[in-house]
Nanobody
Framework: QVQLVESGGGLVQAGGSLRLSCVAS????????MGWFRQAPGKEREFVAA???????YYADSVKGRFTISRDNVKNTVYLQMNSLKPEDTAVYYC??????????WGQGTQVTVSS
């Protein structure tokens, strides 16, 4: 079993930065990919960034050059460093993990609000 706990959301002004953290516990050795999704009010959940085994990363076009996903396998934590934030980045951000033992799992979400 794998569990995910997110933190780091908050309110920032446009141009500011936030770093989201997602701590995985349980059978973390079974995780082969982790990522971040977001969902704005009235919109469907959308992909933001992913980190795959072997150091491969993927980003949505809307965040390329501004967001960076990273993983600390010792701390069992995935991060999303968000720079140059824009009001359109406002959403609930969800951590996702794909595990051979637990399948696809989601965190509870953390609110990111960017004011203009």
């Amino acid at each position: 079993q794998v569990q995910l706990v997110e933190s780091g959301g908050g309110l920032v002004q446009a141009g500011g930065s936030l770093r989201l953290s997602c701590v995985a516990s349980g059978r973390t050795y079974s995780i082969y990919a982790m990522g971040w999704f977001r969902q704005a009010p009235g919109k469907e959940r959308e992909f933001v960034a992913a980190s795959w085994s072997g150091g491969i990363t993927y980003y949505a076009d809307s965040v390329k050059g501004r967001f960076t996903i990273s993983r600390d396998n010792v701390k069992n934590t995935v991060y999303l460093q968000m720079n140059s934030l824009k009001p359109e980045d406002t959403a609930v951000y969800y951590c996702n993990a794909n595990s051979t033992s637990s399948g696809s799992l989601w965190g509870q979400g953390t609110q990111v609000t960017v004011s203009s």
